[in-house]
Structure formats: C-alpha cells, structure tokens
C-alpha cells in the first residue's frame, strides 16, 4: 500500500480561488518533504523543499507568496495555490524522505484544473 | 550544479532485456534513484543505490558506479505493462534529489 498518502487526486477550481493539496508520510516520520510539479510529457520541476518547522525552501522562479507550504508535523505537508489561475493547472506530487535519507517516496500526485 | 543525463526513448521487445543508462555530475552524492512512472501517475519506487555494485530485485536491477558516475537500470523479461517512464535521481550533497528528463520506454509484441 501506499506509504506516502497524498490528497485530493483531483480538484477543479474557479480562477482566483484557492487550493490546498495534503501529502502525508503514513510509515514513516519525514522531516523533509518535496514538492514537485509536472506538466504532460515534461520532466518533474522541484518547486519547493519543506523542512518540518521551519520555512520551505523555494527554487528559483517560484512564487512563496502564491505556492503556500507548511510543514507543520512530521508526517504532514500541505501545498496551498492561491488566487489560481489558468496556467496553474498541471500535476503536482510531493515526495518524503524518511530520517535516515535513504529513502524517498512519492505521493499519489493531485491533478489540479484551474478554470 | 547538477547535471543527470538519460536517453529519451528506448524501445524493446517483450521478453527481451534492456538497459537504461544514467550519467551524472553532482556537488557530493548521498544515492541514486530509480523510478518507474506510467503517464499520468506518480512515480513509484524501484531501486536505491549508494554503493558501488549490482543491486537485484526480481526482474528489475540497478548498478552503480561512484568514480564513473554511472548508473544503470536492468529489465528482465520484459513485459507490456514495462512500458513506462524510467527516471533517474540522484541525492547531492544537500540531500535534495535532482531528476534527470526521464526514459520513455516502449516495450512491443
């Protein structure tokens, strides 16, 4: 079964609104998440490196204030996409890396529509 | 910076063997991924390897090389349902893994 649980799978929302995608660890603690986004037959694009406790690391080109991550409990990340538009639609999945680092697991991957 | 180099496309017939190569460049190593990601699903676990060496888990193997910065991935037998993307990742020295573009591979009758 899965190990890293990620919620919802599929949301559509009206531009401008907001949306807050989950990703749990459920057999492991993970203090460091990621997150990721892919559009259709692209590469997965990092976007953000989510440390529990603290702040998150956004790569360059990324928006904080539009790309919202708390990292709030070891075994729990959210994504929140802010005042969406359009071009936000895509694939995002999150990933978590268990303490001793050896190991890295993907979430489901939630597909957002943003109309 | 990282640098991950993989080929973009193999094709293979069923049953047959294939390998998919990686390359790498990285500021320090902690490990190398391998992942298998069907079109529109996450991509799933297959190998982890920080050591020099074959590493074999039924039909799929991975091998690494630390002073070529060398990966492969090695499928067995391959099935229909082993059509796929295969990624490469490596964990640099900041524990952050960088993905390479991803192998299409297209496995026919």
């Known amino acids: 079964g899965a190990v890293v649980s990620q919620h919802p799978s599929w949301v559509i929302c009206k531009s401008g609104t907001s949306v807050k995608i989950e990703c749990r660890s459920l057999?492991?603690?993970?203090?460091?998440m990621f997150w990721y986004r892919q559009f259709p037959k692209q590469s997965l694009m990092l976007m953000a490196t989510?440390?529990?406790?603290?702040?998150?690391?956004?790569e360059q080109g990324v928006e904080k204030d539009k790309f919202l991550i708390n990292h709030a409990s070891l075994t729990l990340s959210t994504l929140t996409v802010t005042s969406a538009h359009p071009e936000d639609s895509s694939f995002y999945i999150c990933?978590?890396?268990?303490?001793?680092?050896?190991?890295?697991?993907f979430g489901e991957g939630s597909w957002l529509t943003v109309v | 910076g990282q640098n991950i180099d993989q080929p973009t496309e193999m094709t293979a017939t069923e049953g047959a063997i294939v390998q998919i190569n990686c390359t790498y460049q990285?500021?320090?190593?902690?490990?190398l991924f391998w992942y298998q990601q069907h079109a529109g699903e996450a991509p799933t676990f297959l190998s982890y390897?920080?050591?020099?060496g074959l590493e074999e888990k039924g039909r799929f193997s991975s091998f690494l090389s630390r002073s070529k910065g060398y990966s492969y991935l090695l499928l067995k037998e391959l099935q229909m349902k082993d059509s796929a993307s295969y990624l490469c990742?490596?964990?640099?020295?900041?524990?952050?893994?960088?993905f390479g573009r991803g192998t299409s591979l297209i496995v026919h009758p």
């Open positions: 990933s978590a890396r268990n303490l001793a680092g050896n190991t890295i697991y």
């Open positions: 057999d492991f603690q993970a203090t460091t």
């Open positions: 989510s440390n529990e406790g603290s702040k998150a690391t956004y």
């Open positions: 990285t500021s320090g190593f902690n490990g």
């Open positions: 390897n920080v050591l020099d």
């Open positions: 990742a490596v964990l640099g020295g900041s524990y952050i893994p960088t």
